[in-house]
Antibody, heavy 123, light 107 residues
Framework: EVQLVESGGGLVKPGGSLRLSCAASGFTFSSYSMTWVRQTPGKGLEWVSSISSSSRYIYYADSVKGRFTISRDNAKNSLYLQMNSLRAEDTAVYYC????????????????WGRGTLVTVSS | EIVLTQSPGTLSLSPGERATLSCRASQSVTSYLAWYQQKPGQAPRLVIYDASNRATGIPARFSGSGSGTDFTLTISSLEPEDFAVYYCQHRSNWPLTFGGGTKVEIK
């Protein structure tokens, strides 16, 4: 089955750290660029970070730059998000999503999403 | 940053009716706009990419149009499973942004 499964969410205190994982299965992970998108409970969607299939290109939203690090391990079919210096406003459901990639052409829309993992930052 | 403004916020319609959703960009995104459907408790699902291309498995009653700054998602005849929140997203430059969403609810 083609799917993405996120894990690693939970309750963390402000200033703390958390590492999210996204396990891919049923498709050739190394052929896809990947992205983390978050959604505040009851609110809309916010792009967080993206990484190309070979990790050559990496992008971050200003709101997380310097605090979050995206990475991937194509041998393990996995995507990661290391989140440091967490703030209350980082509380959200975090989704991983894939983008089909054609060489250096990456049309950054998302044709497959995981079910998400909830991150709650609270004292 | 490109701001995407969706309207209306809520659309109350009956099954079988036509739904017209709007997404306006604060600057041109050419045709680099996608639409997603999200139902409660579920992840978003890609409906339309690059303004007018239906994603795999999306029924023909869904269509997208527009270019530049004004885009429309049309559902020609609403089915019960179409009631959901719809978001637009551009890929014109960084940062990628999403619109605030339009909820299509049963009247």
């Amino acid at each position: 089955e083609v799917q993405l499964v996120e894990s690693g969410g939970g309750l963390v205190k402000p200033g703390g750290s958390l590492r999210l994982s996204c396990a891919a299965s049923g498709f050739t992970f190394s052929s896809y660029s990947m992205t983390w998108v978050r959604q505040t409970p009851g609110k809309g969607l916010e792009w967080v970070s993206s990484i190309s299939s070979s990790s050559r290109y990496i992008y971050y939203a200003d709101s997380v730059k310097g605090r979050f690090t995206i990475s991937r391990d194509n041998a393990k079919n996995s995507l990661y998000l290391q989140m440091n210096s967490l703030r209350a406003e980082d509380t959200a459901v975090y989704y991983c999503a894939r983008t089909p990639t054609y060489g250096d052409f990456i049309p950054w829309y998302f044709d497959l999403w995981g079910r998400g993992t909830l991150v709650t930052v609270s004292s | 940053e490109i701001v995407l403004t969706q309207s209306p916020g809520t659309l109350s319609l009956s099954p079988g009716e036509r739904a017209t959703l709007s997404c306006r960009a604060s600057q041109s995104v050419t045709s680099y706009l996608a639409w997603y459907q999200q139902k409660p408790g579920q992840a978003p699902r890609l409906v339309i990419y690059d303004a007018s291309n239906r994603a795999t498995g999306i029924p023909a009653r869904f269509s997208g149009s527009g270019s530049g700054t004004d885009f429309t998602l049309t559902i020609s005849s609403l089915e019960p499973e179409d009631f959901a929140v719809y978001y637009c997203q551009h890929r014109s430059n960084w940062p990628l942004t999403f619109g605030g969403g339009t909820k299509v609810e049963i009247k």
